[in-house]
């Protein structure tokens, strides 16, 4: 998931009162080389520059 996040674009930001969301969507890395498109929502906390992974899913392949 980290590759994930750091491989694909941010495609949005907002803020929260816990620090900054950021949706990542693109395609994830896997052995079989499915390769499927999901999103991952990380977010930065206030008190923090390490990102945290908050959920991860997949996206149909008709979304852009």
Known sequence: MREHGARNEVTDVRASDHGTLYCVDGTLTTPDG??????????????SDAPRLIT????RR???
């Open 56 to 59: 991860a899913y997949p996206l």
């Open 34 to 47: 499915r390769d499927p498109r999901a999103r991952t929502i990380w977010l930065i906390e206030k008190a």
């Open 62 to 64: 008709d979304h852009v």
